[in-house]
């Protein structure tokens, strides 16, 4: 009794109780692990292909030819020489196959082989790259044993780093992790909290209001740096996630997510106060949290979208952590290279913490 | 009775919530070493009298002491020196009573085993279990084990045996008993005016935020006759409640 009232004591049991609770809560390993996960599996396997054109081969073409010979041997160009025409033109119509290609012998001498090309309006892209690939071949064909007579082209390709999908799609994915966990978990915790007067019965016990938050904070941070390393470690390991600087750039990256759980805990303590029955967490919850996963760089470059939605999505503080994460890891950007980044989101923070200071409620 | 020595003491306290009067000018004491029930109907003031004491609430005006600390200038000092009991407090959630309580001990700052504080409240076999998996009984004597982590000198329980069966009832009783006999005050309120007889020292009634009677419960009983009250019914040796013991047995199942 008489020795005095320890508050770091408090706080880290606290924070013990908390870190416990987390790991057997369902939706907080769902939402901060598997589902994140998930995508990244998906997109994993998914990346890295590039393009494949679909080229039919009509049937009763000639197909012992220099044409067909040299598109058999052009990686991007998927030949099929063995559908009916019934099948092909269906197929062209929906954009199945890009092209309808066939290659006749002609009788009167030179050119020894007309290449009769149809296109489809449903796969313009592709045919365009089909196109360029023909006239490649064609020119290669018909210059045989020719010297050029005005240039000939020398390309050399720089061996660069190799950018996968995972390199795009991690980082983002990381960053839903970190709002989820920040908004759906503190905005549950501290409502349950509240409504089961856990909380008033703390009140009963010597301990402070910081500690509580403080306790609550340092479980929720240290549960979803946990969840960070383990996708990081995962995408590395699995799936080639470029690390520059290696573990230098993981420590970099947890600073980042660190930085970013924070901030969203004050959406989470925000939706907490304005929460009037447990099921109207989720709705406002949904409403912070989707449009940043669909605006914010999750999965498709910002720069992908039309021009007036970018505003937006510069607007909200998703983008700049999955922004900076990306260039820690990807281009090998140090915190100070990213301090944009960080000031913006630094920004955010503050003022949703003003707004949080204002909406919580303790009973 | 009159030489013993007041740990808390309430005088002329008022609380208002906007225009309801909750509670007008209560004096009472409490003294050490009993068992003090707030008896009164729903809405008399009885929870928020207690969660004034307890330093939960604000009060609107009055004195209120307990062991000497004033509860506006000494509330982290009262804090440490009782324990509270909640209706219908809720714990912690995805945690087992071994982890509550450990929870607890940090919050008080206090070095317990959690184990020994289950076997004061007889629940060692459900460590493991969960606040929720527990039956009325067990959940009340858990909350009853949070209130010792301490060793206050005073714990109050609001409305502890409320919900509970006839054996769960008497079983908390005699828990009740063996803590006041080891020291500690105890402050309850209760519906119940049998168990206020048998496990109350002393009684106050509480009736719209007054006290309106506060004596030992055999002298307001005596008090009653004495004015000429009688039962329209004549009182047998034993009522429905001892019928409902004797048939269903007095060991305590849950």
């Known amino acids: 009794m008489s020795q005095p009232y320890n508050h770091t004591k408090a706080t880290l049991a606290l924070a013990k109780a908390s870190f416990r609770s987390i790991t057997r809560s369902p939706s907080a390993v769902i939402f901060t692990l598997a589902f994140p996960l998930i995508f990244i599996i998906v997109f994993g396997f998914i990346g890295g292909g590039g393009i494949k054109l679909d080229v039919a081969v009509a049937p009763g073409s000639d197909l012992n030819n220099p044409v067909i010979n040299a598109l058999e041997k052009t990686s991007v160009i998927r030949l099929t020489k063995n559908d009916t025409q019934e099948n092909i033109d269906k197929s062209l119509e929906k954009g199945a196959y890009d092209a309808l290609i066939s290659v006749e012998k002609n009788p009167n001498g030179l050119p020894a082989y007309f290449t009769n090309v149809k296109y489809t309006s449903a796969s313009l892209t592709n045919g365009n790259v089909l196109r360029s690939v023909l006239n490649d071949i064609a020119h290669q064909l018909n210059t045989v044993n020719q010297k050029p007579a005005v240039t000939e082209i020398r390309a050399t390709t720089v061996t660069g780093r190799l950018h996968r999908t995972i390199d795009f799609i991690l980082p983002g994915q990381l960053g839903f992790s970190l709002l989820s966990t920040g908004v759906f978990g503190t905005a549950f915790i501290f409502f349950a909290l509240r409504q089961n007067l856990v909380i008033k019965r703390f009140f009963a016990t010597p301990v402070r209001r910081s500690s509580i938050v403080l306790g609550e904070a340092i479980a929720r941070i240290g549960f979803a740096l946990l969840g960070a390393l383990f996708i990081i470690l995962i995408g590395h390991f699995c799936f080639n996630f470029t690390l520059i600087n290696g573990a230098l750039t993981v420590l970099n990256m947890l600073v980042l997510a660190t930085i970013g759980v924070i901030v969203f805990m004050g959406f989470g303590f925000v939706v907490s106060g304005l929460a009037k029955s447990e099921s109207t967490i989720p709705p406002i919850s949904n409403i912070i949290t989707l449009p940043q996963f669909l605006l914010s760089g999750t999965f498709f470059s910002i720069n992908a979208f039309p021009a007036w939605l970018q505003p937006i999505s510069r607007a909200l503080p998703l983008t700049y952590l999955n922004d900076a994460m990306r260039k820690v890891a990807f281009e090998g950007a140090n915190l100070w290279d990213v301090k944009q980044q960080i000031l913006i989101m630094l920004l955010w923070g503050i003022g949703i913490y003003a707004v949080a200071v204002k909406t919580f409620k303790w009973e | ?254």
């Open chain 2, 1 to 254: 009775m009159t030489d013993r020595k007041a740990i808390i003491s309430v005088s002329n306290l008022v609380k208002h919530y906007d225009d309801f009067k909750a509670v007008q000018g209560l004096s009472f004491e409490v003294y050490e070493n009993e068992i003090f029930g707030l008896l009164g109907p729903n809405g008399a003031g009885k929870t928020t009298t207690l969660e004034i004491i307890e330093t939960l609430r604000s009060k609107t005006s009055g004195e209120v002491t307990v062991d000497g600390l004033n509860i506006d200038t000494n509330a982290s000092a009262i804090k440490q020196i009782i324990g509270v009991q909640l209706q219908a407090a809720g714990y912690y959630p995805n945690l087992n009573l071994v982890e509550l309580l450990e929870l607890f001990a940090g919050l008080y700052g206090a070095n317990i085993s959690p184990m020994e504080m289950l076997a004061k409240v007889n629940l060692q076999e459900k460590a493991k279990a969960k606040y929720k998996e527990l039956s009325g009984g067990q959940k009340q004597r858990f909350s009853i084990a949070t209130t010792l982590i301490n060793s206050p000198k005073i714990i109050f329980l609001d409305e502890p045996t409320t919900g509970l069966d006839p054996q769960a009832r008497r079983n908390l009783w005699d828990l009740i008993s063996e803590i006041r006999n080891s020291g500690t005050t105890v402050v309850l309120t209760t519906h119940y005016m049998d168990e206020a007889e048998q496990l109350c020292d002393r009684v106050a009634f509480v009736e719209a935020g007054k006290i309106i009677a506060l004596d030992t419960p055999d002298k307001l009983i005596d008090n009653l006759i004495a004015s000429g009250f009688e039962r329209k019914k004549e009182v047998k040796a034993a009522n429905l409640e001892d019928v409902f013991i004797s048939l269903t047995g007095k060991e305590w199942r849950e």
